[in-house]
């Protein structure tokens, strides 16, 4: 029987067919090589560096973590802009506070945040970023997100009725208690407080 390998890999040419010239008709990046000698050793070292492969610098982006950036940024992108007004204080601590969310650079985050702007503007409801969120964090990195949302709130030092409710809905769309809600809220509080004495 042929078989035909990769690099020194032997595997069983299942299709058949295989051209005279050592060269497989449907994989024509295969050797055909009629030497039994090859041993399953070769075969495992030959998929041990495929893995490895992969996991270096080709390797495909996290997606996952990709969509959580997105959708949380999102998030807060709404929020800055809900009540009509952008603050500069606004800006400024949307690209702080995801920042030191998710340890990138200044220029990883502008851009983040053009794609959120883009997103937000084309989402119909909350869901489409809240679904996003509840499927990759647990109850403590939800209830991160409902903080930073009232990071982005209290930014001005005014909370609107609309930036108000809207931490209230996505809170309630994230599974996080009213208590904690509350609760966060006063750890942002006094935070700002702090600030406002130290400046």
């Known amino acids: 029987m042929n078989r035909y390998y990769y690099n020194i890999a032997v595997l069983p040419c299942a299709h058949g067919g295989c051209a005279a010239n050592g060269k497989c008709v449907l994989f024509p990046h295969l050797i055909l090589n009629g030497d039994r000698a090859h041993s399953a050793m070769a075969l495992w070292e030959n998929v041990k560096d495929f893995m490895q492969n992969l996991t270096q610098d080709g390797a495909p982006p996290n997606l996952g973590e990709e969509q959580l ?49 883009e997103r937000e503007n084309q989402a119909v409801d909350l869901y489409a970023f809240t679904s996003v969120l509840t499927g990759q964090l647990d109850q403590d990195g939800r209830k991160k997100i409902v903080e930073m949302l009232w990071e982005i709130v209290m930014a001005d030092g005014v909370i609107h009725e609309f930036e108000a409710n809207l931490v209230w809905r996505v809170a309630e769309l994230l599974g996080v208690s009213a208590r904690d809600r509350v609760r966060l809220r006063k750890r942002v509080e006094q935070r700002h407080l702090r600030s406002v004495w130290n400046e």
């Not at 990138?104 to 702007?117: H, Y």
């Open 69 to 117: 950036h997105l959708a949380s940024a999102a998030l807060l992108v709404h929020a800055m802009v809900i009540d009509g007004e952008v603050d500069a204080r606004e800006k400024e601590t949307l690209q702080r506070v995801l920042q030191t969310a998710y340890g990138m650079t200044p220029r990883d985050v502008s851009a983040l945040i053009t794609q959120a702007k």
